[in-house]
């Protein structure tokens, strides 16, 4: 089983509302991810978890704010976010992190911000 | 931070033919994976590469590491409507960056 599963698939939030996206894996993995993705372009690294712990925050703005509540489970919860902020919001986890892992993505959350 | 040139940007062909498609770096890298991503979903893994001069096959996919360790190619043979999407390659370098690196990847479309 190399699946991860995100909810919800899609989201419309306004600029002024607070949402979180969901993100469960029962591989067993230890590192778990966040990219964002605009149409078209590769996929974006925001966060990286290591053992539920936040080891990366690529200069990602305070209005996103990752969660690991334990080694199975991810959100993001969002909060006064900028219409330029939609895009495709992409879950991974991988056995370790660090170099030479393989990552496997969830399906995604495709956000609009109105 | 490290850059992977993907090529082509896009492709257009016929049903039935080979593809080939490439990355290149001017760094080292230590791993090349190679993922399929159509509209509406994540990246799926196709085939993960380790060591210099591999070659990996998965079905009608196969791929290499380049020998210099700065380049890997992915073939499609016999090409198939479903194939259609948008193929890229990622690796981890040797400068110790901890996140994947992504090329900007290959959209293919095949007519019928």
């Known amino acids: 089983d190399t699946e991860v599963t995100q909810t919800p698939k899609h989201l419309v939030m306004g600029m002024t509302n607070k949402k979180s996206l969901k993100c469960e894996q029962h591989?067993?993995?230890?590192?778990m991810y966040w990219y964002k993705q605009k149409a078209k372009k590769p996929p974006e690294l925001m966060f990286v978890?290591?053992?539920?712990?936040?080891?990366i925050n690529e200069s990602v703005p305070s209005r996103f704010s990752p969660e690991c509540p334990n080694s199975s489970l991810l959100n993001l919860h969002l909060h006064a976010l900028q219409p330029e902020d939609s895009a495709l919001y992409l879950c991974?986890?991988?056995?370790?992190?660090?170099?030479?892992?393989?990552?496997?993505f969830g399906s995604g959350t495709q956000l609009s911000v109105l | 931070g490290q850059q992977l040139n993907q090529s082509p940007q896009s492709m257009f062909i016929q049903e039935g033919e080979d593809v080939s498609m490439n990355c290149t770096s001017s760094?080292?890298?230590?791993?090349w994976l190679w993922y399929k991503q159509e509209p509406g979903e994540g990246p799926v893994l196709l085939i993960a590469?380790?060591?210099?001069?591999e070659l990996t096959s998965n079905g009608r996919l196969t791929a290499q590491f380049g020998i210099t360790r700065k380049d890997s190619f992915l073939n499609i043979s016999a090409s198939i409507p479903s194939d259609v999407g948008i193929y890229f390659c990622?690796?981890?370098?040797?400068?110790?960056?901890?996140?994947?690196?992504f090329g900007k990847g290959t959209h293919l479309i095949i007519q019928p």
């Open positions: 760094s080292i890298f230590n791993t």
């Open positions: 590469l380790y060591k210099a001069g």
């Open positions: 978890y290591s053992y539920e712990k936040l080891s």
């Open positions: 591989m067993g993995h230890r590192a």
């Open positions: 991974a986890s991988s056995q370790f992190a660090g170099r030479n892992e393989k990552l496997f």
């Open positions: 990622a690796g981890y370098s040797g400068g110790g960056a901890d996140g994947l690196t």
